[in-house]
Nanobody, 127 residues
Framework: QAQLVESGGGLVQAGASLRLSCAAS????????MGWFRQAPGKEREFVAA????????SYTDSVKGRFTISRDNPKNTVYLQMNSLKPEDTAVYYC????????????????????WGKGTLVTVSS
């Protein structure tokens, strides 16, 4: 059974950068699209970014375009989220998730379509 473990969260000031990592185990990592979602205090979880199983396609929510970059290293079974120019509104628990079907890239990534989730890592951005 696949497992995902996020790391790299922390407390930073506005304008700083962080890189989140998600280490996968127990599954064919290189065959699945991967995504990052986040949940801010008092809000619903939302999509942040995703990357296709080959790494050739990426997608982002509008609020992070130009600031966040998702990437993956398939031999290392790891997906990353580089977050630059962080804002207080980026404060949230960030979750890594795996798309449910292998070798398939959907048009959008909805929570019910993500079959495996990590426990999350907290990012706090102070003003």
């Amino acid at each position: 059974q696949a497992q995902l473990v996020e790391s790299g969260g922390g407390l930073v000031q506005a304008g700083a950068s962080l890189r989140l990592s998600c280490a996968a185990s127990g599954g064919a990592f290189g065959s699945y699209d991967m995504g990052w979602f986040r949940q801010a205090p008092g809000k619903e979880r939302e999509f942040v970014a995703a990357i296709s199983w080959s790494g050739s396609r990426t997608s982002y929510t509008d609020s992070v375009k130009g600031r966040f970059t998702i990437s993956r290293d398939n031999p290392k079974n790891t997906v990353y989220l580089q977050m630059n120019s962080l804002k207080p509104e980026d404060t949230a628990v960030y979750y890594c998730a795996r798309y449910k079907y292998p070798n398939f890239t959907p048009r959008s990534y909805l929570e019910p379509d993500m079959s495996t989730w990590g426990k999350g890592t907290l990012v706090t951005v102070s003003s």
